[in-house]
């Protein structure tokens, strides 16, 4: 069984520029999740989709935003890079959503560079 | 607000010797809590989960966590640790929505060396 797919796996961005990342969630999982993690604020909660529907946010700007598909693809897009946005993006699915469900498997992320 | 701790950032230990990682947790009810654990260029792994019952909780790996509601803490221990184990670990937290889903609070995490 093929596990969580992001990509691209890193990409370099300027200031101003905007950019989308994609996952790919393990086959019947229904339930995508985004996280930041960043040295200093370390893992930080972006948001979660379900069927398509975003269920849960966490306390980024609107400049942060995602979607999922009906084949539970997702994407996140973040507008108007700052050079704080560099970081490592990640991607987790799970069968019924939410942590506290059962496992978040988790793919290697996207690592972010705004320069 | 909703906290994890983990008071360690670098732990080193010698190839074979026993392992406790620290984690506490603030919160008012009984969280969900999980280990988690991330090697270099990784994503994340799931070592083990505590959701209720036994508060000894096994994972893979060799690794457990024992659940002290009275310390609100959830420490990860391995008996004899590998070469192999050498990464950062996380603990992270989930409220207890009951049915509902929440967002999983992590710990800024603490990463594990090992001397041969």
């Known amino acids: 069984k093929a596990g969580v797919t992001q990509t691209p796996r890193y990409l370099i961005k300027t200031r101003g520029q905007q950019v989308t990342l994609s996952c790919s969630p393990i086959?019947?999982?229904?339930?995508v999740s985004w996280y930041q993690q960043t040295p200093g604020q370390g893992l930080q909660f972006l948001f979660e989709?379900?069927?398509?529907?975003?269920?849960n946010k966490g306390n980024f700007p609107g400049r942060f935003s995602g979607r999922q598909f009906s084949n539970s693809r997702s994407e996140m897009n973040v507008s108007t890079l700052e050079l704080g946005d560099s970081a490592l993006y990640l991607c987790?699915?799970?069968?019924?959503?939410?942590?506290?469900?059962?496992?978040?498997?988790f793919g290697e992320g996207s690592r972010l560079t705004v320069l | 607000a909703q906290s994890v701790t983990q008071p360690d950032i670098h732990i080193t230990v010698s190839e074979g010797a026993s392992l406790e990682l620290r984690c506490n947790y603030s919160?008012?009810?009984?969280?969900?809590l999980f280990w988690y654990v991330q090697s270099p260029g990784q994503g994340l792994q799931l070592l083990l989960k505590?959701?209720?019952?036994?508060?000894l909780v096994q994972g893979i790996k060799g690794f457990e966590a024992e659940f002290k509601r009275s310390q609100s803490s959830f420490n990860l221990r391995k008996p004899s640790v590998h070469w192999s184990d050498a990464a950062e670990y996380f603990c992270?937290?989930?409220?207890?929505?009951?049915?509902?889903?929440?967002?999983?609070?992590f710990g800024k995490g603490t990463k594990l060396s090992v001397k041969p």
């Open positions: 987790a699915s799970s069968f019924s959503g939410g942590a506290n469900t059962g496992e978040l498997f």
């Open positions: 505590y959701f209720s019952g036994d508060t």
């Open positions: 992270a937290v989930v409220l207890n929505y009951g049915g509902s889903q929440g967002n999983l609070i």
């Open positions: 919160y008012g009810a009984t969280p969900y």
């Open positions: 989709y379900f069927s398509e529907t975003q269920r």
């Open positions: 086959s019947g999982h229904r339930s």
